[in-house]
């Protein structure tokens, strides 16, 4: 084979791996997930972007430290249904135990044995290799001070708080999805902490294969409401990134379409968190706008305590607390959980934005 070749390809391969790797949040020990990433942008499943599903980065664990790192994330007892996942003697034998048995009965026992009749050849491969690298730090379990700086893509570690945000991504349309979920504006795509795991993750619309109509359909990080009398939200704008302080402090704005309103996302590294402000431009007195947050809700009966009063939400969890603060004066919402991917559960955080100031700034901290 071609050297040049050879080393591009490698190239393509570890940089797919790292950049998927930004979106894998693995959840403690004591959560019910495993886990938990953003999906928002994904145009053909409901798959999370970190954590994939038919064979990917699995395969090529044994050659680069973060697929390997990434393979370790699962554990035997949960997420059994893939058999490239395997990455213990006990994972091993549940893969046979619980689906190989099936083999020969697919066409009448489809469910039980759908995974081993389609990749045996993986559960081998991932099993039998002979040689592996070590496996480096996920980019969330970087120490603070992290900063990722890519076309479209951002992200920081500061004082405990992992934070990602896309704004200038292009999405595939396919014939699974009538309209693209691009761009997604600059809202948060993940807030995680590696004692407490994701207290925020950003989720594709529970409209599915159309735009959404309402904001019950909305499960995105965003902005939504009603401006101009027409249903709106943000996310789908092209945003451009500046550094209003380099290494502190940048803004994220963009001309949400058909709306001539600018959505404007600010974050700020702070003597004790992240400050995150988000707020529409040239805001009507008649308009009614809230920012949109979804909240990780899945160990809510597993442990986590969740609260959420007048300025303030609390997630405590695992022996951690993280903390969103805004002005309690303001009207808020906290929606009823629902699930949507991968038995993930999410609510939603809802503020309202006053249309004399035209944003809410919230305060996010890692407590303890």
Known sequence: ADPEILEGLRFVVEDTIYF?????????????????????????????????????????????????????????????GYPHRVNTDEFAYLQMERYYADYHTYGEKRNQGRYGHWWPNYTYGAYNADEYVEPCKLPCEEDDGLIIDRDGFIAVKHKGIYLSSFYETEVLETYWLNTSYAYMGGGPTAIWNDKIGSTLVSQKHYSGTKRPSSMNDILSSCITGEAGNKFFYSGKEKAAFKWLEQDKKFE????????????????????????????????????????????????????????????????????????????????????????????????RLRVKIPPEIGSVKFSIEVTK
Not at 20 to 35: F, G, I, N, R
Not at 298 to 306: F, K, R
Request: proline share 6%; aromatic share 10%; with cysteine.
């Open 20 to 80: 998927e790797a930004c979106h894998t949040l693995p959840q403690p020990e004591a959560s019910s997930m495993v886990a938990i990433g953003p999906n928002h942008f994904t145009s053909r499943t409901d798959t999370p972007l970190g954590t994939g599903n038919n064979p990917s980065y699995e395969q090529v664990f044994d050659e680069f430290p973060m697929a390997a790192r990434r393979m370790q994330v699962y554990k035997s007892d949960r997420g059994v």
């Open 252 to 347: 994220i704005r963009g001309l949400v379409p058909d709306s001539g309103k600018n959505a404007v996302w600010t974050y700020e590294l702070t003597d004790t968190g992240i400050d995150m402000t988000a707020g529409i431009e040239t805001m009507a007195s008649t308009d009614t706008l809230w920012v949109n947050l979804p909240i990780v809700m899945n160990d809510a009966g597993n442990g986590a305590d969740i609260k959420v009063e007048p300025g303030k939400l609390t997630f405590s969890f695992n022996g951690g607390t993280m903390t969103y603060t805004w002005d309690a004066s303001l009207e808020y919402e906290f929606l009823d959980p629902k699930v949507r991917v991968e038995n993930a559960t999410f609510s």
